[in-house]
């Protein structure tokens, strides 16, 4: 053997070492404020079990069930209809933001931006502002799930739109087609794929923001949860719970099933 | 702007130079006349612009310096969108390697060598374009010997088959004259003898005038009528297929 094997632990460089220990010193003093101390936890668990037992059995009330029937079926047309505006808004936005695409040239940048403060922006803030603007109820929810969408599909379509083959657009510029037929012809079949599998996760991640949505008055299941919590009818609360779990599993269930189904 | 060319030159390059942006100088003086019917092979090392030079003649790029004359349209620097529009209707052209749509169709594909004239976008998918259309493009894929792969998806044609597919583009639009870049480059030897068979029969019978660049020397002797090399930006040679001869060859590669 002419070298050495290498040592399994390389030394830290200078600038590491220092990084290291200041991120490990940030976090220590972080924790000495908000994490929770061992007498919280002490005095805690007691009081967490015993809201456990408040909580349990879940009303099953029958006209409570439909009272909650009523405001899933709502929480879903949020979704959905969120979901789908946000969706076929961002087609035109993916494209206008995909760079070498983009029929505006070099704004696309500004479509992009555009897209990321929609995506940076958190959902309850959204719900809080569209609330603010178009008052209580379903019709915010819409709209801020709308938002949300956009955020999320109109980065990802851009993606898919820049991805395309390049090869195919290039043999229509040459024969004169227009930027609209390039665009139908060669960069939509190629990122439709992509599209879809983005709309579904988008639906999946409509669905479990329009259940918490509820919580600032935008409609949905939501709201029941908030005002079980708010007046101490935690079987009331524990059984929304349940069925939220049981919403958002199902709904991954399905886009699961669907996304397997397209590959 | 017409310009007087004699009536069988289709297409003429007078001191055309070129350079990419920021790049090095790539054609250096081209001149070159192309004759109507003819069949013209263009080679030379990789690099040495026979792909700039084919674009540039079609005005897919900005000539440097110089004019071109196509079809009696003379432009310098860059045709205007008129002219550009008039050429691109009787010049087809065909790609190396994947430059169909995949996901479509190849009746799809066929359809979309009509893409370019003004208002044609509805052409971009064989359900939406027009009626006659259709009949156009299943004719052109029947001239390739494809027509009972019409509803096939274009990436699940072999090589061979998939580079009848865009000729078969290029046809569609009736051209004078069509360029193909290394059309057969991707193909292993029997395909490509089969589809440079294929393409130089159908231009010899309609009478459409022919560029094509090759590395496979087998094919100047068969499916050219006239060879022109490029080396160092600049026209090496420009003879007959005939008269082509080892150290012609020798000095183009060297
Ligand atoms: N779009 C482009 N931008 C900049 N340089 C280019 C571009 N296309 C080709 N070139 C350069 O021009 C030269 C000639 O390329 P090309 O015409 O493709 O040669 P060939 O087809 O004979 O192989 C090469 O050096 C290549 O790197
Ligand atoms: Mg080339």
């Not at chain 1, 709308?146 to 229509?172: N, S, V, Y």
């Not at chain 2, 790029?61 to 860059?78: K, N, P, Q």
């Not at chain 2, 190396?96 to 979309?112: E, I, S």
Request: charged letters at 20%.
């Amino acid at each position: 053997m002419t070298r050495p094997v290498p040592p399994r632990l390389n030394r830290l460089s200078p600038l590491s070492f220092v990084v290291t220990v200041a991120a490990l010193a940030v976090l220590i003093a972080s924790m000495t404020q908000v994490a929770p101390t061992p007498d919280q936890l002490v005095q805690g668990a007691p009081r967490f079990v015993n809201l456990m037992d408040r909580m349990t059995p879940p009303n099953l009330d029958p006209a409570f069930l439909w009272r909650i029937a009523a405001r899933i079926v709502e929480t879903f047309q949020i979704a959905l209809v969120g979901a789908a505006f946000g969706v076929l808004l961002s087609i035109p936005i993916g494209w206008l933001a995909a760079r070498g695409v983009s029929p505006i040239g070099p704004f696309h940048v500004v479509a992009k931006a555009l897209v990321s403060l929609a995506r940076t922006i958190p959902d309850l803030v959204w719900a809080l502002i569209f609330v603010a603007t178009v008052g209580l109820g379903a019709v915010a929810g819409t709209l801020t799930i709308t938002m949300d969408t956009i955020g999320f599909c109109g980065r990802f379509f851009a993606e898919a739109i820049e991805d395309a083959d390049k090869e195919p657009q290039q043999a229509l510029e040459a024969i004169g087609a227009s930027k609209l037929s390039v665009a139908l012809g060669a960069i939509w079949p190629d990122a439709l794929p992509s599209m879809i599998n983005s709309s579904l996760f988008a639906l999946e991640k409509a669905v479990r923001s329009s259940v918490v949505l509820g919580l600032v008055g935008a409609g949905g299941i939501g709201q029941e949860l908030k005002v079980a919590f708010d007046l101490f009818q935690y079987q009331n609360a524990c059984t929304i719970i349940l069925v939220i779990f049981i919403i958002v599993l199902g709904m991954e269930f399905v886009t699961d099933r669907l996304r397997a189904r397209l590959q | 702007m017409k310009h007087l060319t004699p009536p069988d030159i289709l297409l003429q390059a007078s001191g055309l130079h070129k350079s990419y942006p920021g790049g090095a100088k790539v054609l250096g003086g081209i001149d070159l006349d192309l004759h109507r019917g003819e069949r013209l092979a263009l080679i030379g090392a990789n690099g040495s612009g026979k792909s700039t030079l084919l674009k540039c003649l079609l005005g897919l790029h900005d000539l440097s310096g110089g004019a071109v004359t196509s079809f009696g349209e003379r432009f310098e620097r860059a045709p205007s969108r008129a002219q550009r529009t008039r050429i691109r209707q009787k010049t087809g052209f065909v790609f190396q390697q994947h430059c169909l749509v995949r996901r479509r169709t190849v009746l799809c594909n066929v359809l979309h060598g009509l893409l370019g004239d003004p208002g044609s976008w509805r052409g971009f998918s064989h359900m939406t374009a027009r009626a006659d259309w259709r009949v156009r493009a299943m004719a052109a894929l029947d001239d390739v010997g494809l027509a009972d792969k019409a509803g096939a998806r274009a990436d699940a044609l072999s090589g061979g088959q998939q580079q009848r597919v865009a000729i078969a583009r290029a046809l569609v639009r009736g051209p004078e004259l069509i360029l193909a870049d290394e059309p057969v480059a991707s193909l292993d030897p029997a395909a490509g003898r089969s589809v440079m068979e294929l393409f130089s029969g159908l231009c010899l019978k309609r009478g459409i005038t022919m560029v094509f660049t090759s590395h496979n020397m087998a094919h100047l002797a068969d499916y050219a009528d006239r060879v022109v090399a490029l080396r160092g930006g600049r026209v090496l040679f420009d003879k007959p297929a005939a008269a082509v001869a080892d150290d012609d060859l020798e000095r183009t590669f060297a």
